[in-house]
């Protein structure tokens, strides 16, 4: 089970840190990714993270304002969110991939899913 938090309301050019925790035993050896759907909107691919933190990947959307991490130790990856725009405004949910995982946004590859928090960001 994963569970999303701190989201909220943000004016635009502000920063808004998310976290994503879990109890499973499997988060230490998983890949973990955040996805968005603003509305009317398809879900996107935010950004992802290797078991290790050594490799990650993000959207060019979010690229130099958005930064993935995760605390083994805690079974909880954060996204942390600068220069927030109005576009950014969404439900951000996290994800986990713990078989067969790349770093990558291929939805299909994520098993387990949060329910989601929400973004929004006031121009």
């Known amino acids: 089970q994963l569970q999303a938090y701190g989201g909220g309301l943000v004016q635009a050019g502000g920063s808004l840190r998310l976290s994503c925790a879990t109890s499973g035993r499997t988060f230490s050896s998983s890949v973990m990714g955040w996805f968005r759907q603003a509305p009317g909107k398809d879900r996107e691919f935010v950004t992802a993270?290797?078991?290790?933190?050594?490799?990650?990947s993000s959207a060019d959307s979010v690229k130099g304002r958005f930064t993935i991490s995760r605390d083994n130790a805690k079974n909880t990856v954060y996204l942390q969110m600068y220069n927030l725009k109005p576009e950014d405004t969404a439900i951000y949910y996290c994800a986990m991939c713990n078989y067969l995982c790349g770093v990558t946004g291929t939805e299909k590859q994520y098993r387990y899913w949060g329910q989601g928090t929400l973004v929004t960001v006031s121009s």
């Open positions: 993270i290797s078991w290790s933190a050594g490799s990650t």
